[in-house]
């Protein structure tokens, strides 16, 4: 079946996309909503704009939509891109990166239901934990690009999510009840390299954009 | 051992409608066996203690076409529990005619008698197009309040439906119904 993946280039929609590769189906097409609001409820946002260099590593064509980020318009604009991918790539499904996010798992399947196709949400309901880990199992290299939670500070952004990150999130989300995987927005990630890459990214640049003490986002630029 | 029987015809949809049953399952201990809906022997339905059959996305409606496959039910004495799909089996299964509905998200549910663990207002997940209209069933039992029936069980076999998805804030149900 061929599918388009709703992407963000952040580890749940990247790992996502590599579970449907892993199960043979055919990623015709990614799908990136690039939301101009730093609180978008539906899309994650730090480093959107270098997608196209993880599009470009994996080879298959980018399609993306801009939107000023207004809480429904953004599912205007995803359901635009959506029906693109199905127009212009014949996509019987989209994979998504939905983990626990009710609001944002029940609107995609709206988008699907009403375009009469598959809607692919192979995260659904998975153990954080167990996600960070899977990603390591499987050689996902992946850096922490926002963060938007008490206790994470400036100190977060950047690193890669390694064995120590993960005892740290553990000790945090038992702590202060943040998500582990960061699933209620608590961090942002970039992925850097996995095994559906052609080629590794390096980080050339990067600043940081505040937003408050605790909401911060790193700008990357890719090589 | 718990006979799970996945109806999904996708296969990256067991991830999404049978993974997060089986992770229910093994985080309280209970031992289960997966298998698909077409691959079910007499064999496995003798060694299962309960059923739990899953459900599937909204487009996907192969597992009806398939009804024979799940003859087997009208017949089987142990306890069954049927989620979204497996609900609908269980109601065309024994009569009941399957319409259209469409409810997809979070809905307040009314549950007029507790239900597997369930009472009074809950918030559930929907995700269907179809339901069974089994309040012309004589042989259920409807336990929720509303437009169409949400929760049901067999008057005399311990066989159990629900259409919304437990697996997402009810998982108590799950396991519930496990150690009955």
């Not at chain 1, 954009?209 to 605790?214: D, I, L, Q, Y």
């Amino acid at each position: 079946m061929r599918v388009g993946i709703l992407f963000s280039g952040g580890k749940d929609s990247t790992f996502a996309a590599f579970l449907a590769k892993k199960n043979d189906y055919d990623i015709s097409c990614l799908i990136s909503v690039v939301s101009e609001n730093p609180f978008s409820f539906m899309f994650h946002t730090p480093s959107i704009s270098q997608i196209s260099k993880q599009a470009e590593s994996i080879g298959v064509p980018l399609i993306i939509e801009k939107t000023a980020g207004e809480k429904e318009l953004e599912l205007a604009a995803l359901e635009k891109c959506i029906r693109t991918a199905v127009e212009k790539y014949s996509i019987e499904g989209v994979v998504t990166g939905a983990v626990e996010s009710v609001y944002q798992a029940s609107r995609i399947q709206k988008i699907c239901n009403r375009l009469s196709i598959e809607c692919f949400n192979p995260l659904w309901q998975k153990d954080q934990l167990e996600l960070l880990d899977d990603l390591l199992k499987n050689g996902f290299d992946v850096i922490i690009t926002g963060i938007a939670a008490f206790p994470l500070d400036e100190s977060w952004l950047g690193r890669k999510i390694d064995r120590q990150f993960i005892g740290e999130v553990r000790s945090l989300s038992e702590k202060f009840k943040i998500n582990p995987a960061g699933e209620g927005g608590e961090f942002e990630s970039f992925v850097l390299d996995c095994p559906l890459f052609k080629r590794k990214l390096n980080v050339k640049d990067s600043r940081v954009v505040s937003f408050g003490e605790f909401h911060k986002v790193l700008e990357v630029v890719i090589e | 051992m718990i006979l799970l029987v996945n109806t999904c015809a996708e296969k990256l949809h067991y991830f999404e409608f049978v993974r997060p049953v089986e992770d229910i399952l093994r985080k309280n201990g209970f031992s289960f066996v997966t298998k698909h809906y077409s691959e079910i022997s007499e064999n496995d339905l003798s060694l299962a203690d309960k059923v739990i059959i899953c459900g599937t996305s909204l487009k996907d409606n192969q597992f009806l076409k398939d009804i024979k496959k799940f003859s087997w039910l009208r017949d089987f004495e142990k306890p069954v529990l049927g989620i979204c799909a497996g609900m609908q089996l269980i109601g065309v299964l024994f009569g009941g005619k399957l319409k259209k509905k469409t409810e997809i998200g979070f809905f307040e549910e009314v549950f007029d008698r507790s239900f597997l663990g369930l009472s009074g207002k809950v918030q559930v997940y929907h995700l269907h197009n179809n339901f069974v209209d089994f309040s012309a069933l004589d042989d259920f039992e409807v336990f929720s309040k509303g437009q169409i029936p949400q929760a049901v069980k067999h008057k005399k076999k311990s066989i159990f439906g629900v259409l919304f998805h437990p697996e997402v804030r009810q998982k108590s149900l799950i396991s519930e119904f496990a150690g009955l």
